[in-house]
């Protein structure tokens, strides 16, 4: 019993001297049999090339730069609470202070101010359907003068435009000539009433008359049938209204019929701009609100009109809607078929607005990179709302003050997409450059 209590002794003190033994080497294990990460290199204007080497980018010809080894957690910056969450396929990037400026990013506060809501689009004039004028014939004829030559001439109401020869209306005429004579001529007999004894020709003359004024044969023509008693050969057509002749198919000698459209007479005092709205400014028009263009030929000169109609359509192939806009066109400056910049009143608010330039459309979101301090700049997926004077209105996603990157801002996206690739390969955090 003796012999078994010395041995169990003496296998303890041993196991205790290895132990300690062992401790002591561990402890003294010299640094340089840790192993350390293998230094990597990328390209500062592409970061997705990396080599395991120093030396030159095969596609710029940019010096590589080694890339920093992996912050842990504890030593990284933190996000302030609210904004924890990351972007999927983004990663916090880190810029050394010294490359910041090299690199040419700058920065800017996100801000509060009043957002007035009007929009730029692009519009082309075009005519007012509702001035537009047909001018044809009622019945068969032909052409014997033109008066109105060619398109484009502008002519005044009451202007002649053709005279027409009509055998259908030269008969007329002398009808109603022999209807006057033969009222003119009928004895009166004694005791006959005044109204039995006109009975029989004023219904002959009136009925003449009214053919005459439905072939819209003027007053004034009439008149001077009745005084020369003699029908008129040709009678002449005239514009009804002041424009410029649009289109014109009238010919000397041509034979017309009521089916003939001879001239198309525009009135241009007032025209139409057809302008392209887009889904997303749809919600900030409506009708009667004010609206503006300018022309490039004539800088400077600003024209104020109204939106008179809203198509309940989307254009398939624009993805548009077309809302008209009316203008007066007092000198005749804006011309059907001009291209027109084209400013839309809307509604007046505030809100939280950064430049246009800070915003990294995807295609499926909207990035923004948003400066945290000491060279850390984390990615932030950001709801936008209008785009007002080169500024876009962050609906969510940034805080008011937050600073944020407007320019360089591709670089860090190229940098954090690579960093987020890394870290899913290996299992890290965030990376620096």
């Known amino acids: 019993m003796k012999n078994f209590l010395l041995g169990f002794l003496a296998a303890a003190i041993l196991l205790t001297g290895g132990y300690f033994a062992y401790r002591h080497r561990i402890g003294r294990t010299p640094a340089a049999t840790i192993e350390k990460p293998k230094a990597m290199y990328h390209c500062p204007m592409h970061p997705t090339y990396t080599s395991d080497k120093p030396g030159d980018c095969p596609i710029c010809g940019m010096k590589l730069v080694p890339i920093e080894p992996a912050q842990t957690p504890a030593s990284a910056p933190q996000s302030p609470a609210g904004h924890e969450s990351l972007v999927p396929g983004y990663a916090s990037v880190t810029i050394p202070q010294d490359r910041i400026q090299t690199m040419g990013i700058t920065l800017t506060e996100a801000s509060r101010m009043d957002l007035d809501q009007s929009f730029r689009t692009f519009g082309q004039v075009t005519y007012d359907e509702t001035r537009i004028h047909h001018i044809h014939t009622k019945f068969d004829g032909f052409i014997e003068t033109l008066h109105v030559n060619y398109v484009g001439q502008f002519v005044k109401k009451g202007q002649p435009l053709f005279s027409i020869y009509s055998p259908e209306l030269f008969a007329t005429q002398n009808e109603y000539l022999l209807a006057l004579r033969a009222r003119e001529q009928m004895p009166r007999l004694e005791g006959e009433d005044e109204a039995l004894r006109a009975l029989g020709t004023v219904d002959l003359v009136a009925a003449a ?8 044969i003027g007053e004034k023509d009439i008149l001077e049938l009745e005084r020369t ?5 040709e009678l002449t057509i005239y514009s009804p209204v002041s424009g410029y002749v649009l289109q014109k198919t009238a010919l000397q000698g041509l034979k017309v019929t009521p089916a003939d459209h001879l001239y198309d007479i525009v009135d241009l005092s007032i025209v139409w701009v057809l302008a392209d709205i887009y889904e997303m400014n749809l919600s900030d028009i409506r009708l009667g609100q004010p609206a503006s263009i300018s022309l490039a ?4 000169k600003t024209w104020h009109g109204r939106i008179v109609f809203i198509n309940p359509t989307v254009d398939p192939a624009t993805r548009t809607v077309k809302a008209r806009l009316e203008f007066s066109n007092p000198g005749n400056e804006l011309k059907p078929d001009m291209y027109a910049d084209v400013v839309i009143g809307g509604r007046r608010g505030s809100g939280i607005a950064i430049p246009e330039s800070s915003v990294i459309a995807t295609g499926e979101r909207n990035i923004v990179f948003v400066s945290k301090g000491n060279g850390m700049f984390e990615p932030r997926e950001v ?6 004077r080169g500024l876009y209105e962050i609906k969510s996603g940034i805080s008011e003050g937050e600073q944020v990157v407007t320019g360089a801002n591709f670089l860090l996206d190229s940098e954090s997409k690579l960093k987020a690739a890394i870290s899913a390969t290996t299992g890290g955090h965030q990376h620096g450059m």
């Open 209 to 216: 008359r009214q053919r005459l004024a439905l072939w819209d």
């Open 229 to 233: 008693r003699k029908p008129l050969r």
């Open 297 to 300: 030929s004539r800088p400077g």
């Open 383 to 388: 709801v936008v709302g209008i785009r007002v």
